[in-house]
């Protein structure tokens, strides 16, 4: 993530946290799109047990409800990752992109 470039021979640092900000902007839509497809399934397994009857679809609905509650909720697991570490993640990259700025001012400077 840290890239260097070369100005009139001097190296200068610099931080793309760009990537981090653009798997935030995403997740709502991942969260839409994920959801989509469980409602999809669930549509398409109350159409089947409709007319599905017996032992047999009565296992078929356990199980297909047993994976739906194991899948859970995707938001919850995006909410946290992008509340939580994403967030602390950009924070650290911000900061650290921030004293590179700060280097690069004067790269020379002894610390």
């Known amino acids: 993530m840290a890239d260097e470039?070369?100005?009139?021979?001097?190296?200068?640092?610099?931080?793309d946290v760009s990537k981090i900000g653009a798997f935030i902007d995403k997740s709502p839509d991942i969260i839409k799109e994920f959801e989509a497809?469980?409602?999809?399934?669930d549509s398409i397994n109350k159409e089947l047990l409709k007319e599905w009857n017996g032992e047999g679809a009565d296992e078929y609905k356990f199980e297909s409800?047993?994976?739906?509650?194991?899948?859970?909720?995707?938001?919850?697991?995006?909410?946290?990752?992008t509340g939580g570490t994403v967030k602390d993640l950009r924070e650290t990259y911000s900061?650290?992109?921030?004293?590179?700025?700060?280097?690069n001012e004067n790269p020379f400077k002894e610390e």
């Open 5 to 15: 470039f070369v100005v009139d021979d001097t190296k200068f640092r610099s931080v």
């Open 37 to 41: 497809i469980k409602d999809k399934f």
């Open 65 to 81: 409800e047993s994976i739906l509650s194991k899948i859970g909720s995707l938001k919850d697991v995006l909410d946290e990752i």
């Open 95 to 103: 900061k650290f992109d921030e004293d590179m700025g700060k280097f």
